[in-house]
């Protein structure tokens, strides 16, 4: 392809065209542009790299090489150099990278440009032989592996050799002999399995490395790990290839190599953070031969390179304003910037220098605001390692499910069952993958660790979904069940042996590893207050109890939007109550128990509205199917044989002593039975026979096939009105007695399950009967909204009529996806929605992430005709998805206006909210 620009050198690429010179060349470019010390170069474009590989003769593209001797010369003059002069020789480095930065491309060639002739020119200009031989054997070796796929342990295998018989233990140890004759046995391994010589020639060189690098990008490492974190081609596409004149931090005690970031990746504190290497390459600081130094250590050792390295790291952030992750080198006191790029911190480091910077003056609000990714935050909300607990990890997996999480290491699911379960311990599941036959291995683990499969693997969703921490993919452990242990290379992993997984980062530790609790630090405060400002949806929570409110309330929440009514049912004190309630044959014994549970809800709601005043509290009205409140069938059935057979004893006894007469003397037998029965009360028996006995029918009347669907929410309202005229009583008394305290309270009465505006009118009857009655009783007017849950797919296509009845929507996305879908949620995670997920049939799990298409389509809807009817219809959704950033930026669109979600989202939430506020006003 002609015509279009393939090279960029340094001064002129545009620093902003990542996708055309990758992230490397573009900030290398940038750099060099804004005045920063970068050694001279240039940059291959990523065009050229697809043009290359789309060539199926695998030529370079037409006229390639003649730009890059173009660009070669130019370096020469910057330089004063010759690529391939013995005088003088030019030594380059050749470095791939695309426009996002991705692991499994191709290293970095060093030193190219050294043959035979150019090695005995750079000896002669150092004078030093040491240093001469050192560069060229890595040169070959890298050369060798990287672009001709030499085995490294071949050359390794060499050195060791040279070492032992050197008798030294160090590489700084071997002499230039030495050295040299590493180099020569170097040139025989490339020359016995490159399947070509070395190249003399430093432009065959260059043109192989180039070929290497393009190649890299269609390689399988490469691919795969494309396809793993889904990066699509408008995302990268193809790698640049940048050339860079070598410099060299081996050049001795006035030269060093580092890295640094700009500000504490781990707390963000504002202070440069690093380490260096004196008289070393770049690779060893990373290949971990030496100890590097703390940065801090270079102003004893280098005050004068330290001023410098401040400076630079000053001149990053005021042009970047972003933290910065860069590579240094020193060559002889003289400080060259070798690569930048933005730094990745931890969730804390992030939000403290989004405020710090903000303050500093470097960036402003809304710069702050959307640099932080809201998912990110959830890793600040969870409990997680003590970042002061040094541990080293023993294999790393895919961050599948966030969280951290000590136990003992079982190896299946019915031993996780024994262990957690029936032993109450603290179990990690580790196994290859999971299946949905292990699922209840999962409700007795701490956590799940597993050793292949990804992201959305079974057990990276249901252990999502059920918001335990899991590590996927762990590859480096290989578990034997049938032994009951893993190897990790060497190492054994026993049942019963304690690890900690972090479900945040991948990484699996031996032992058990302290955590500390989430902190909601004052900055988080600060910055969740700045996007509070820029949201135009509220965020409000779920919370069922006043300590959950005040939970909430902590996180920022402002007001509740589903409070479930049922979980105050499930109290100890109260279940005997709701269970008169339902098991009641007259209409007296019901009421009779609805009067006992009056009191305790209004406590109940009271208790919230106190909390959350002066914000709104949504209260759905009862939802479950009823027959949930009471025992199953089954354990009713076991409790009558043992009552029958506790009967049948007595009964026997007694007999037995009234038989006595015959023999004995009669009072006796009279005193044996009255005994007996002291011991055992018979009448007491009978009766709780009884209760069961009526019990048992109850329940089988109440059995459904398919409970999900049947006998719940406004219509279980409707069969038995007593039980919502109490819940409305309790609520709008509760409301009464805050307001006659002078404490503002807005309640909002949900209804659950409605399809039909027929069901809404019966309930609103109800409500305004209540009303007139409380508001008589406390003598004044109460201040509350009437709204439906939108979850029924009939729902939707009648959100107009519906509108008509109500101040409120709130969508329950958990029960609208179930039925969007056709799919009950625990089937479907625990059996075929994994596989789904993993052969691309659906992109993500549609109880996670809210399905625009379907599911959004009819909330779209439901929206649109509802406002048409009543224009200020307050539209809010409550499912778990409220949680969810990208379900979050979809109800911004949908034109909602207000979010719910769990209190530990509730951060998360306000953050996506923020974002959608400000990327919809751009
Ligand atoms: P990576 O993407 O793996 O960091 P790099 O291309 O940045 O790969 O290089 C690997 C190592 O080689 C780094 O330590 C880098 O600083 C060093 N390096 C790359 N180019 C040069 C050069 N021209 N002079 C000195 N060191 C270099
Ligand atoms: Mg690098
Ligand atoms: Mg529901």
Same mark, same amino acid.
């Given at each position: 392809?002609?015509?279009?620009?393939?090279?960029?050198?340094?001064?002129? $690429?545009?620093?902003?065209?990542?996708?055309?010179? $990758?992230?490397?060349?573009?900030?290398?470019?940038?750099?060099?542009?804004?005045?920063?010390?970068?050694?001279?170069?240039?940059?291959?474009?990523?065009?050229?790299?697809?043009?290359?590989?789309?060539? #199926?003769?695998?030529?370079?593209?037409?006229?390639?090489?003649?730009?890059?001797?173009?660009?070669?010369?130019?370096?020469?003059?910057?330089?004063?150099?010759?690529?391939?002069?013995?005088?003088?020789?030019?030594?380059?480095?050749?470095?791939?990278?695309?426009?996002?930065?991705?692991?499994?491309?191709?290293?970095?060639?060093?030193?190219?440009?050294?043959?035979?002739?150019?090695?005995?020119?750079?000896?002669?200009?150092?004078?030093?032989?040491?240093?001469?031989?050192?560069?060229?054997?890595? +040169?070959?070796?890298?050369?060798?592996?990287?672009?001709?796929?030499?085995?490294?342990?071949? +050359?390794?295998?060499?050195? #060791?050799?040279?070492?032992?018989?050197?008798?030294?233990?160090?590489?700084?140890?071997?002499?230039?002999?030495?050295?040299?004759?590493?180099?020569?046995?170097?040139?025989?391994?490339?020359?016995?399995?490159?399947?070509?010589?070395?190249? =003399?020639?430093?432009?065959?060189?260059?043109?192989?490395?180039?070929?290497?690098?393009?190649?890299?990008?269609?390689?399988?490492?490469?691919?795969?790990?494309?396809?793993?974190?889904?990066? !699509?081609?408008?995302?990268?596409?193809?790698?640049?290839?940048?050339?860079?004149?070598?410099?060299?931090?081996?050049?001795?005690?006035?030269?060093?190599?580092?890295?640094?970031?700009?500000?504490?990746?781990?707390?963000?504190?504002?202070?440069?953070? /690093?380490?260096?290497?004196?008289?070393?390459? /770049? =690779?060893?600081?990373?290949?971990?031969?030496? !100890?590097?130094?703390?940065?801090?250590?270079?102003?004893?050792?280098?005050?004068?390179?330290?001023?410098?390295?401040?400076?630079?790291?000053?001149?990053? =952030?005021?042009?970047?304003?972003?933290?910065?992750?860069?590579?240094?080198?020193?060559?002889?006191?003289?400080?060259?910037?070798?690569?930048?790029?933005?730094?990745?911190?931890?969730?804390?480091?992030?939000?403290?220098?989004?405020?710090? %910077?903000?303050?500093?003056?470097?960036?402003?609000?809304?710069?702050?605001?959307?640099?932080?990714?809201?998912?990110?935050?959830?890793?600040?909300?969870?409990?997680?390692?003590?970042?002061?607990?040094?541990?080293?990890?023993?294999?790393?997996?895919?961050?599948?499910?966030? /969280?951290?999480?000590? &136990?003992?290491?079982?190896?299946?699911?019915?031993?996780?069952?024994?262990? @957690?379960?029936?032993?109450?311990?603290?179990?990690?599941?580790?196994?290859?993958?999971?299946?949905?036959?292990?699922?209840?291995?999962?409700?007795?683990?701490? @956590?799940?660790?597993?050793?292949?499969?990804?992201? !959305?693997?079974?057990?990276?969703?249901?252990?999502?979904?059920?918001?335990?921490?899991?590590?996927?993919?762990?590859?480096?452990?290989?578990?034997?069940?049938?032994?009951?242990?893993?190897?990790?290379?060497?190492?054994?992993?026993? =049942?019963?042996?304690?690890?900690?997984?972090?479900?945040?980062?991948?990484?699996?530790?031996?032992?058990?590893?302290?955590?500390?609790?989430?902190?909601?630090?004052?900055?988080?405060?600060?910055?969740?207050?700045?996007?509070?400002?820029?949201?135009?949806?509220?965020?409000?929570?779920?919370?069922?109890? $006043?300590?959950?409110?005040?939970?909430?309330?902590?996180?920022?929440?402002?007001?509740? &939007?589903?409070?479930?009514?049922?979980?105050?049912?499930?109290?100890?004190?109260?279940?005997?109550?709701?269970?008169?309630?339902?098991?009641?044959?007259?209409?007296?014994?019901?009421?009779?128990?609805?009067?006992?549970?009056?009191?305790?809800?209004?406590?109940?709601?009271?208790?919230?509205?106190?909390?959350?005043?002066?914000?709104?509290?949504?209260?759905?009205?009862?939802?479950?199917?009823?027959?949930?409140?009471?025992?199953?069938?089954?354990?009713?059935?076991?409790?009558?044989?043992?009552?029958?057979?506790?009967?049948?004893?007595?009964?026997?006894?007694?007999?037995?002593?009234?038989?006595?007469?015959?023999?004995?003397?009669?009072?006796?037998?009279?005193?044996?039975?009255?005994?007996?029965?002291?011991?055992?009360?018979?009448?007491?028996?009978?009766?709780?026979?009884?209760?069961?006995?009526?019990?048992?029918?109850?329940?089988?009347?109440?059995?459904?096939?398919?409970? %999900?669907?049947?006998?719940?929410?406004?219509?279980?309202?409707? !069969?038995?009105?007593?039980?919502?005229?109490?819940?409305?009583?309790?609520?709008?008394?509760?409301?009464?007695?805050?307001?006659?305290?002078?404490?503002?309270?807005?309640?909002?009465?949900?209804?659950?399950?409605?399809?039909?505006?027929?069901?809404?009118?019966?309930?609103?009857?109800?409500?305004?009967?209540?009303?007139?009655?409380?508001?008589?009783?406390?003598?004044?007017?109460?201040?509350?909204? +009437?709204?439906?849950?939108?979850?029924?797919?009939?729902?939707?296509?009648?959100?107009?009529?519906?509108?008509?009845?109500?101040?409120?929507?709130?969508?329950?996305?958990?029960?609208?996806?179930?039925?969007?879908?056709?799919?009950?949620?625990?089937?479907?995670?625990?059996?075929?929605?994994?596989?789904?997920?993993?052969?691309?049939?659906?992109?993500?799990?549609?109880?996670?992430?809210?399905?625009?298409?379907?599911?959004?389509?009819?909330?779209?809807?439901?929206?649109?005709?509802?406002?048409?009817?009543?224009?200020?219809?307050?539209?809010?959704?409550?499912?778990?998805?409220? @949680?969810?950033?990208?379900?979050?930026?979809?109800?911004?669109?949908?034109?909602?206006?207000?979010?719910?979600?769990?209190?530990?989202?509730?951060?998360?939430?306000?953050?996506?909210?923020?974002?959608?506020?400000?990327?919809?006003?751009?």
């Amino acid at each position: 392809m002609s015509g279009k620009r393939q090279v960029f050198s340094f001064e002129e $690429g545009d620093g902003k065209n990542k996708q055309l010179l $990758g992230g490397k060349g573009a900030n290398l470019c940038e750099m060099t542009q804004f005045g920063l010390n970068v050694p001279p170069g240039f940059v291959i474009s990523t065009e050229a790299c697809l043009d290359y590989l789309a060539n #199926e003769t695998r030529q370079l593209p037409d006229g390639l090489m003649d730009d890059v001797r173009e660009h070669m010369k130019r370096v020469e003059a910057a330089t004063g150099k010759g690529f391939g002069d013995a005088n003088n020789p030019l030594l380059v480095s050749v470095r791939s990278g695309s426009a996002m930065s991705m692991p499994g491309m191709m290293d970095t060639i060093l030193n190219l440009g050294l043959n035979s002739e150019t090695l005995q020119g750079e000896i002669e200009q150092t004078g030093d032989a040491r240093f001469g031989y050192d560069a060229y054997r890595r +040169f070959i070796q890298l050369f060798g592996k990287v672009a001709l796929n030499v085995p490294d342990e071949l +050359f390794d295998a060499e050195f #060791e050799q040279v070492k032992q018989k050197a008798h030294v233990t160090e590489d700084v140890g071997l002499s230039g002999d030495d050295l040299k004759e590493i180099c020569e046995r170097f040139l025989t391994v490339f020359g016995n399995h490159a399947g070509r010589p070395f190249p =003399e020639d430093p432009y065959d060189q260059l043109e192989i490395a180039i070929k290497a690098v393009f190649g890299s990008w269609g390689g399988k490492r490469a691919v795969d790990y494309r396809r793993e974190f889904n990066i !699509t081609p408008d995302m990268a596409n193809g790698t640049a290839v940048n050339v860079c004149t070598m410099v060299f931090g081996n050049r001795g005690d006035d030269s060093a190599t580092g890295v640094g970031f700009t500000r504490n990746p781990g707390t963000g504190e504002n202070k440069l953070y /690093g380490e260096y290497l004196v008289n070393a390459q /770049g =690779e060893d600081v990373v290949a971990g031969i030496r !100890t590097p130094k703390p940065i801090d250590h270079l102003s004893e050792e280098m005050p004068e390179m330290a001023r410098q390295l401040a400076e630079l790291r000053e001149k990053l =952030e005021t042009h970047y304003k972003e933290i910065q992750d860069f590579e240094f080198t020193i060559e002889r006191g003289i400080l060259y910037c070798l690569q930048t790029r933005n730094g990745k911190m931890n969730a804390i480091a992030m939000v403290r220098t989004s405020v710090e %910077m903000v303050e500093e003056g470097l960036i402003d609000k809304e710069q702050a605001l959307l640099r932080i990714d809201p998912a990110h935050l959830e890793q600040m909300l969870y409990p997680r390692l003590d970042p002061d607990a040094k541990a080293d990890a023993v294999a790393q997996g895919l961050p599948a499910s966030p /969280g951290a999480a000590s &136990g003992r290491v079982v190896f299946d699911a019915d031993r996780a069952e024994i262990f @957690g379960k029936e032993q109450g311990q603290k179990v990690i599941l580790m196994r290859e993958e999971t299946k949905p036959e292990d699922i209840h291995g999962f409700f007795a683990s701490e @956590g799940i660790l597993t050793s292949r499969g990804g992201k !959305t693997s079974h057990a990276a969703v249901v252990a999502r979904g059920m918001g335990k921490p899991c590590v996927a993919g762990a590859e480096g452990i290989s578990v034997d069940v049938q032994r009951r242990e893993a190897h990790i290379g060497g190492l054994v992993i026993r =049942e019963g042996d304690v690890v900690t997984i972090d479900g945040s980062s991948g990484n699996v530790y031996l032992g058990e590893i302290s955590m500390v609790e989430p902190d909601f630090t004052e900055e988080l405060n600060r910055l969740l207050r700045w996007a509070d400002d820029e949201a135009y949806l509220r965020v409000v929570a779920n919370a069922d109890t $006043g300590p959950d409110a005040t939970r909430a309330l902590k996180y920022g929440a402002k007001g509740i &939007g589903l409070c479930r009514t049922e979980r105050m049912f499930n109290d100890v004190d109260r279940l005997p109550v709701v269970i008169e309630m339902i098991v009641s044959e007259t209409d007296e014994q019901r009421e009779a128990a609805l009067d006992k549970l009056l009191p305790m809800q209004r406590a109940d709601f009271k208790a919230i509205f106190e909390v959350m005043s002066p914000f709104p509290v949504t209260i759905r009205l009862l939802d479950p199917p009823i027959h949930e409140f009471l025992p199953s069938e089954q354990q009713l059935l076991a409790d009558l044989e043992k009552l029958h057979h506790l009967r049948n004893s007595v009964r026997g006894m007694e007999v037995l002593a009234s038989s006595m007469i015959l023999l004995h003397d009669p009072d006796q037998a009279k005193q044996e039975a009255a005994s007996m029965r002291q011991i055992v009360d018979i009448d007491m028996v009978e009766k709780t026979l009884k209760k069961k006995e009526t019990m048992l029918k109850k329940v089988r009347a109440l059995t459904e096939t398919n409970p %999900m669907l049947g006998h719940r929410g406004v219509r279980l309202g409707i !069969t038995f009105p007593e039980i919502y005229s109490m819940q409305i009583r309790a609520i709008l008394e509760a409301a009464a007695e805050c307001a006659a305290k002078d404490l503002e309270v807005h309640p909002q009465i949900m209804v659950p399950q409605v399809c039909t505006s027929e069901e809404l009118k019966k309930v609103k009857e109800t409500v305004d009967r209540i009303r007139t009655e409380v508001e008589a009783e406390f003598g004044h007017k109460l201040d509350f909204r +009437f709204g439906t849950m939108i979850e029924v797919v009939r729902a939707c296509m009648r959100a107009d009529t519906l509108a008509e009845k109500v101040e409120f929507f709130s969508f329950g996305t958990n029960d609208l996806t179930q039925a969007t879908f056709s799919f009950s949620r625990e089937d479907a995670e625990n059996k075929f929605l994994p596989m789904y997920n993993q052969i691309g049939i659906l992109q993500d799990n549609p109880f996670e992430v809210l399905d625009e298409k379907g599911v959004g389509k009819l909330m779209d809807l439901a929206v649109k005709w509802g406002r048409e009817k009543k224009p200020d219809l307050s539209v809010g959704i409550c499912g778990e998805h409220g @949680g969810h950033p990208a379900s979050i930026a979809f109800c911004h669109k949908a034109g909602l206006n207000y979010v719910s979600c769990s209190a530990p989202r509730v951060p998360v939430a306000r953050l996506a909210a923020a974002h959608a506020s400000l990327l919809n006003r751009k």
